[in-house]
């Protein structure tokens, strides 16, 4: 069955994409695309051309995130353009692709909303010097980036908090105090953030947990 609707979703793709075709996977057990992504702004005029390659793990489809590689060196192998000295591109904050893997993640979809305008913003930020959507930061500062903006959570100890009653389903009086932040209702404060974190499943709020709890030692410590 998601053979079947792999297959399905990536023949859709190709009748309406016709710079891309399949290929020979350098990956076992991905599928894999080649073409080339046209960026033209709104008023149709062409910035530039990628040549991109797209693998696909096809016993996970749609519950995986398609690993996108740029060909032609356009970009500057460097993290402040989101692209590994490989090619790879990280496309958007791990924490928020995982949502996306999670809720399932339909190709053609995927490549309007993600893939072509992570490259759209290429040319733009060339252009402007800074992203259309707003800059996003990497490893340990990406997710602190993340709880921030998603949670409107700040302060390192309550992140902890929080992550340990989500990871260790631990239960309070939802009309009493919260134990977490202090606020005046539990329900109405951090028990519907640990309701959202869970959905991120155990293995991500661990790694989560263990930095946010080695940043805190370290600012409390005054090590950095």
Not at 99 to 106: A, N, P, T, V
Not at 162 to 176: D, F, G, S
Request: charged letters at 30%.
């Amino acid at each position: 069955m998601i053979k079947k609707r792999l297959n399905q979703d990536i023949e859709s793709f190709l009748s309406r994409y016709f710079s891309f075709e399949k290929v020979q996977s350098p990956k076992f057990g991905y599928l894999a695309l080649e073409g080339k992504i046209s960026i033209v702004d709104d008023r149709n005029k062409l910035w530039g051309h990628f040549e991109i390659l797209v693998l696909i793990n096809k016993s996970e489809y749609p519950h995986t995130t398609p690993v996108v590689i740029e060909k032609t060196n356009i970009i500057n192998r460097d993290w402040n353009f989101h692209i590994s000295k490989d090619g790879e591109c990280c496309l958007d904050i791990p924490h928020k692709l995982l949502k996306l893997k999670k809720r399932g993640i339909l190709f053609e979809e995927f490549y309007r909303e993600v893939i072509y305008p992570f490259f759209a913003n290429y040319h733009f930020k060339k252009s402007t010097g800074y992203y259309a959507n707003g800059e996003y930061d990497h490893h340990f500062a990406g997710i602190v980036q993340y709880y921030r903006e998603e949670y409107g959570l700040k302060d390192f100890k309550n992140i902890i908090a929080i992550l340990e009653t989500a990871l260790y389903r631990i239960k309070y009086q939802p009309n009493k105090e919260c134990p977490l932040c202090g606020g005046h209702k539990y329900k109405k404060c951090c028990r519907k953030k640990v309701y959202k974190l869970k959905g991120y499943g155990q293995p991500q709020l661990m790694i989560d947990l263990e930095l946010f709890k080695q940043q805190h030692f370290r600012r409390t410590k005054g090590l950095e």
